[in-house]
């Protein structure tokens, strides 16, 4: 098929059907020599506790001496629908960059409620971590991006300590974390089986903006201005609250040709023209592993490397325990 033609096939299946069906053909843009993936490795018992990596093949960008940083990629659906292997193209976008991509599924509605999701990644990030180093990634460079629901999953994991401390980790082992058009604050409910998924009692813990403590590792929030299914204002409430409670590592960034679903498409080539989202987060990945690689070299002596040391001790002393539309939220 024709790239610009391709493009434009894509690009109409995004805007028209929400992404779920233009997956097959962004998957099939994908060049396959740049890359290998080991696929259904399983990181639990259930049907759905499978994971694919996807290992780069190629020296650019050169990985280093301890391996390449590992991203978690966790998709969304409304915490319904969705399948790794329809976001092919995402790993294979990672690893171009050179990073080892973890793209798991986990359970959904109706088989679990909220947070049992949320419980299955983070034994997924464990499982990254503890794996890292077979695919030739680095277990201390651990990064964690996900779209939609899966946005708001990651970001739990990064402000609710309670689903690391239950894998024996805490915030202070994860490098960063990439949230594209998450709903951070979606709170009250307006479609039923969201009501479903998430229980009166356990609904303002679902909300990760109610967890921002400040210490909270590093973070990029990206939002398409024409997201009608989750409003930016989500992006933009959470960046506040991470920045009012001295989270200064926080970085933001609005796409304006961008809707929901083309903000996760924009890693596909045929339409990465729409917006830099991949090199966006790539480079706020890159820039985080060489601020760590310098932390090492400057020690205590630095400033900004006692700040984050200071950072990395409160998330340690922590002990807390542990595609239908997102019905439009604001």
Sequence with gaps: MPRRLLTLTAALALAALGGCSAAGVLNAAVLHKHFRAENGL????????????????????????????????????S????????????????ASRGFVAVLPDYRTWPDTAFPGF????????RWARDHAAEFGGDSSRIFLMGHSAGAHIVMLLA???????????????????????????????????????????LRAASQPINFVAGDEPPIFLAAGQRDTTVGPGNTDRLAAKLRASGDADVEVKHYPRVGHALLVGAFAGPLRGFGPVLDDASGFIHKQTNSEARRSRDGAGDVQGDVYQMRRQRANSATAPPCPAIACVK
Excluded: C
């Design 118 to 125: 949320v419980d299955d990644a983070a034994t997924a990030v």
């Design 159 to 201: 402000t609710d300590g309670r689903y690391l401390a239950a894998q024996q980790m805490s915030k202070s082992d994860i490098g960063g974390v990439i949230g594209l058009a998450g709903p951070y604050d979606f709170l009250p409910l307006h479609d039923a089986t969201l009501e479903e998924i998430f229980p009166p009692a």
């Design 42 to 77: 399983a990181y639990g018992n259930a049907l759905r506790q499978k994971l694919d990596v996807y290992v780069p093949t190629t020296d650019a960008p050169p990985a280093a001496s301890h391996g390449r940083p590992v991203v978690v990629f966790f998709y969304g659906g």
């Design 79 to 94: 915490w319904q629908t969705g399948s790794r292997s329809s976001y092919l193209f995402v790993g294979a976008a990672l």
